[in-house]
């Protein structure tokens, strides 16, 4: 998991924190499971074409899963994730 998450942001600027002083990169908890990490998240930006991308990179443990959506509005993508990763 750590290899893809690392892979999944390469050539990506990685901001300290993403939206709501989410650390970044930083462990990142279920709700329900507020004191154990559930994987890791990032956020950053890429330059494509002239256009600043942004994106947020995340892990989940439990389904040996990693993604990553990009955007032109890193508050909107953030937003998505959170209510989307649960």
Request: aromatic letters at 10%; glycine letters at 12%.
């Amino acid at each position: 998991m750590a290899q893809a998450f690392r892979g999944l942001s390469n050539g990506m600027t990685v901001a300290s924190t993403c939206p709501g002083s989410q650390e970044s990169p930083g462990p990142w908890h279920y709700s329900s499971s507020p004191d154990q990490a559930a994987g890791q998240v990032e956020c950053g930006t890429t330059v494509s074409d002239g256009t600043t991308v942004s994106f947020v990179v995340w892990t989940d443990n439990a389904k040996l899963t990693a993604g990553l959506i990009g955007g032109t509005d890193m508050s909107s993508l953030y937003q998505w994730w959170k209510t989307k990763s649960g």
